[in-house]
């Protein structure tokens, strides 16, 4: 029965292809790829001829119907720019299409950015928590961040050069002396692993380059507990520093750092003072 193989490709290193991954572009009837270019380059250095056939996530509406109907005679291969298809990577469109037409999907497994920088980042991988990309935009980041300000398991996320140090600077500000695993342009010639605090690795990358894997550990402690005490004491600490001249910014990452609570908790505090101070 014709089948569509999702198959993932070399992060970089063109070597990393397995045998039966290449075996399968060889024996479909097209290949579905994320960029021709790139594929066109994959399929030139292993000497394989298959007709190539662009699927993005513009053209998908119209692509679909186009490798349904080639699916329902012959094979098709389905792969992305670099890595696995489907993850952080388009593909899900197709894929799902095709279980609804009752075509078999099958994964041919490769190469794979996140697996490869937490086996290298030093921090647990038994569970860790894959978020993709990171929102383009700061507050959507701060607020991502808030919300996983307590999550103990390991953090994965993917960033771009162009953006990586205004990351960088949002996830000290939210998480401050968390350590991190850099990993630049992995199985590449210039690959790169920078380990240290979120400090170290915003003072290190000053000129960016290339694609990044973050690895962030998870909140090493118990969040303290909500309680009116501890709301109290940390009003009374912001209404002390505001009377030293501080503003709103300075006088809540003070109280945070000294506190442990959440920056949105302490946030709160400072406006609620506000509204009662004359």
């Given amino acids: ?49 298959t007709k190539l056939i662009s699927f ?25 720019e670099a890595g696995t298809p489907g993850v952080s990577d388009p593909g899900v469109s ?8 009752g075509v078999p999907v099958v994964s041919v497994p490769g190469p794979s950015s996140v697996t490869a920088a937490v086996s290298i980042s030093g921090f647990p991988g038994e569970r860790f928590n894959f978020i993709g990309f990171l929102p383009r935009r700061k507050g959507d980041r701060k607020r991502l961040f808030e919300s996983l300000a307590n999550e103990r398991q390991t953090i994965v996320a993917l960033e771009s050069p162009h953006r990586i140090k205004a990351s960088l600077v949002d996830m000290l500000e939210v998480w401050q002396t968390r350590r991190i695993a850099v990993c630049r342009e992995l199985t590449k010639i210039h690959e790169e692993v920078f380990r240290g605090t979120l400090q170290a690795a915003l003072d290190y990358f ?26 109290s004491t940390a009003k009374e600490e912001l209404l002390r520093l505001k009377s030293q001249g501080l503003g709103a910014k300075e006088a809540v990452a003070v109280v945070v750092k000294s506190t442990g609570m959440p920056r949105k908790v302490v946030y709160s505090l400072w406006l609620e003072n506000q509204a009662r101070t004359p």
């Fill in 94 to 101: 197709l894929v799902a299409a095709a279980g609804e037409a």
């Fill in 206 to 231: 000053q000129e960016p380059r290339g694609e990044f894997t973050l690895v962030i550990e998870g909140a090493t402690s118990k969040p303290p507990a909500d309680t009116e005490s501890t709301r």
């Fill in 1 to 49: 029965m014709p089948t569509l193989y999702v198959v993932g490709t070399p992060i970089g290193n063109l070597e990393d292809m397995s045998a039966r991954a290449l075996r399968v572009l060889r024996d479909v009837e097209v290949i579905a790829t994320e960029d021709t270019r790139t594929t066109k380059k994959l399929l030139t250095h292993y000497d394989i001829h």
């Fill in 56 to 80: 993005q996530e513009h053209n998908a509406p119209a692509r679909i119907p186009q490798l349904l109907g080639i699916l329902e005679e012959n094979d098709v291969a389905l792969v992305t």
